[in-house]
């Protein structure tokens, strides 16, 4: 086992990997930019190094100074958390370069899972449904109008450098495509230096639902059950949950067996996940593979019972997984709380925390690095709490998911709460209809 774990993040993902290695005995360093002096990240570690000043390129990006931070510490492993380093498949080789465990997949596996073309057509190989569309890139044009008339209308172009719903664009008719096959290369080129495109049929009301999977080093590949991450805005995920309500055992079993296969195909090691579409008819394509511990973790934590990041760091120090798969026991949600205004677009609010209290209680998780007087820095994501809850029913989770935002007093600055709490009276979102165009129509009226 390691001995000692430098995690390459900040936040309440670095504060949630430290609890787990005190837990398993590694002592931890962390790192930290000017900005997160005061974090509790660095108070909870047994060693913090500062990398920089707050712009990411400068701390938490900035690989020569992460690797100097492992040398003065001597850590044996990076954890690198999820964002930022997580899936930048250089340093990955970088850290086997310098015999420091990257707590994650191989290099090879994340170049493999990053080019959007090369997965599908990995998963094509591994037998995973697909959205039908272009074989490979799009050599111009013509090659796109030819495509988008053999897949019929509507489509989508995607970046194959992309994700996440960056340099997407959906072509109803043919007198659009070219404007948008313009568009999307000029985007993809911008924001990924590769303006590669690729086609598919698009899926009209698709739901995401992800699975949690992990894979050891001797070719063991198991899933940890689903989440329905379908309720999003802009791409950014809002609310998770598992089991998924538009789940059946049948399903389940289907998706499952998918997504073992994907993971099977690469010889995965480490925690990822398999992101799906899912049409009404519970049709389901694969749509992409994080390489990467995520955000939303806690939900499956707190339906199977295990503690994912010490999962995680086990499989990395080359310990066997048991060969079975999980499901839910329970229902687990999670809301994401921001430090934005929702009643003006959801900007960012950061600044300083006055005063903070977390809900409590019987079921009530709060994963978050922020207190009464900490001050929300500008230069970073605006993530500062994740409340997760968990009960025996979905209806039983809501209710107290409701609680539990009436108790979280946060101010100084604005959040997320007001949000959720409308969110939970929502009767079609009670009732589980919805996909990932929900918050489209979703309307939020400030109220006295
Ligand atoms: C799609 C799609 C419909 N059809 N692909 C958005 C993020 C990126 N990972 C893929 N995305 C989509 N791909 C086809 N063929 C609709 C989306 C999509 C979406 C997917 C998941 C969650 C929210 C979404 C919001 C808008 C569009």
Request: aromatic letters at 8%; proline letters at 4%.
């Amino acid at each position: 086992m390691f001995k000692k774990i430098l995690i390459a993040n900040r936040g309440e993902i670095a504060l949630r990997i430290i609890r787990t290695c005190k837990e398993m005995g590694i002592k931890t360093v962390a790192i930290y930019s000017t900005a997160d002096r005061e974090s509790l990240h660095v108070r909870f570690a047994d060693e913090a190094v500062c990398i920089g000043p707050p712009p990411s390129v400068d701390s938490y990006l900035n690989i020569p100074k992460i690797m100097a931070a492992v040398e003065i510490t001597d850590a044996d492993a990076i954890h690198p958390g999820y964002g930022f380093l997580s899936e930048n498949a250089k340093f990955a080789e970088i850290c086997q370069q310098y015999g420091v465990k990257f707590i994650g997949p191989t290099s090879e596996q994340i170049t493999k899972m990053g080019d959007k073309i090369t997965a599908k057509e990995t998963m094509i190989k591994a037998g995973v449904p697909v959205v039908p569309g272009s074989e490979g890139l799009l050599k111009d044009v013509k090659d796109a109008i030819k495509t988008a008339a053999k897949i019929g209308y509507p489509v989508i172009m995607k970046a194959t450098a992309g994700g996440g719903g960056k340099g997407m664009r959906v072509v109803w008719k043919e007198e659009d495509l070219e404007d948008n096959w313009n568009k999307a290369k000029q985007e993809s080129k911008a924001s990924f230096g590769n303006d590669g495109l690729y086609m598919e049929k698009f899926i009209e009301e698709p739901r995401h639902i992800e699975f949690q999977i992990i894979g050891d080093q001797f070719g063991t590949v198991i899933h940890l059950s689903e989440r329905d991450c379908s309720i999003q805005r802009r791409h950014q995920k809002l609310v998770e949950e598992s089991p998924s309500p538009f789940m059946t055992p049948e399903l389940r079993e289907r998706m499952g067996d998918a997504a073992v296969k994907a993971g099977k195909s690469i010889k995965y090691e480490g925690v990822g996940t398999i992101e799906f579409l899912v049409d009404k008819y519970r049709n389901f394509y694969f749509m992409e593979m994080n390489t990467r511990i995520q955000v939303e973790h806690p939900v499956t934590e707190e339906v199977i019972d295990r503690d994912l990041i010490k999962e995680q760091i086990k499989v990395a120090a080359g310990e066997k997984l048991a060969g079975h798969n999980y499901i839910p026991e329970m229902h687990a949600m999670e809301c994401r709380i921001n430090a934005e205004d929702v009643y003006k677009d959801f900007r960012p609010s950061p600044g300083k925390i006055t005063s903070f209290h977390s809900p409590k209680g019987h079921g009530v998780r709060v994963d978050t690095h922020v207190y009464a007087g900490y001050t929300v820095p500008s230069n970073y994501d605006s993530m500062i709490a994740k409340l997760i809850c968990k009960a025996a029913t979905r209806e039983e989770c809501i209710k107290k998911m409701a609680r539990a935002l009436d108790e979280f007093i946060i101010e100084g600055i604005k959040t997320t709460v007001p949000f959720h709490q409308a969110l939970m009276k929502d009767e079609q979102f009670k009732l589980g209809n919805f996909n990932t165009g929900f918050l489209n129509s979703f309307v939020l009226t400030e109220s006295e």
